[in-house]
């Protein structure tokens, strides 16, 4: 396993972590109630969750599995997808801060933009890879 | 595949079956008559398909195709990982059963498997990450 990847899904199992402990604590409120202002974690929870462990799962092992370019530079320039990474973190990070924090709207929006230009970077750089195996 | 693997992914496309029921269910309410009970699925429906589905289908092919831990020990605890399997199914079922109940408060003393839900879900996940961790490496 590439060392992107390593790093992609180790982050999405921390992601999955923290997301399932977020969905526990709304979920045991629902049942016995803790503190009603709990609710506000379901933002945060759905971007752990969606993205954060999902997305960034499927990212991770996409770079490991599909097919490599050369004999030589198996993975190419994997500048593209490393940035993606960043990016995606970055973006999930600032939406969750974000919504916790009731902060200005404009930093909720630099975090979709920031998950929206890692999927485009994610995108530009695994393209060539979607092509059969030799090929 | 390991026979575990075979449980999640089974498991897996079961809860995707009835994930799509309750999705029918879910749009026949606005067309027929139906219980009131059907008007607070959407919760389940949505942890059938993200939990019980798309999770359970990950686990099921991470356990199953990530690197080996080591010759003697490949998939690394087998017993953790059983464990995930048994806690995670049983938390979704807890909460298939309690949550529409607790929501119509037509029971509201159900609450406390709500709780035990919640528990059993998260730490099948951190027990699922802890046994994967070190496993995700070059080889």
Do not use: C
């Amino acid at each position: 396993m590439p060392r992107l990847s390593i790093w992609s899904i180790r982050a999405a199992l921390i992601h999955l972590g923290i997301g399932f402990t977020l969905g526990g604590l709304m979920l045991f409120n629902k049942g016995i109630t803790l503190d009603p202002s709990l609710w506000r974690l379901l933002p945060i929870h759905v971007e752990f969750v969606l993205l954060g462990w999902t997305v960034q799962l499927a990212m991770g092992v996409a770079f490991w599995i599909l097919p490599r370019l050369q004999r030589t530079e198996r993975y190419g320039n994997p500048t593209l997808a490393w940035i993606a990474f960043a990016l995606l973190n970055g973006g999930v990070l600032a939406v969750a801060a974000g919504e916790w924090l009731d902060s200005p709207a404009w930093l909720i929006l630099l975090g979709r933009s920031a998950e929206l230009a890692a999927v485009a970077a994610f995108a530009i750089y695994i393209w060539p890879r979607v092509k059969p195996f030799g090929g | 595949m390991p026979r575990l693997a075979r449980w999640f992914i089974k498991a897996g496309l079961l809860y995707f079956v009835l994930a799509l029921i309750t999705g029918v269910l879910l749009q026949a309410r606005t067309v027929i008559d139906l219980p009131s009970w059907v008007n607070v699925l959407n919760p389940v429906y949505v942890h059938l398909l993200t939990v019980g589905w798309i999770t359970q289908l990950i686990i099921g092919v991470a356990y199953w195709m990530f690197p080996k831990f080591s010759r003697e020990r490949p998939r690394r605890s087998e017993k953790l990982s059983w464990a995930v399997f048994v806690l995670l199914n049983a938390g979704l079922i807890l909460r298939i059963i309690s949550e529409p109940r607790v929501t119509m408060r037509s029971e509201p003393d159900l609450g406390w498997m709500l709780a035990v839900s919640a528990v059993l879900q998260t730490t099948a996940g951190w027990l699922f990450v802890i046994n994967t961790w070190a496993r995700v490496k070059e080889r």
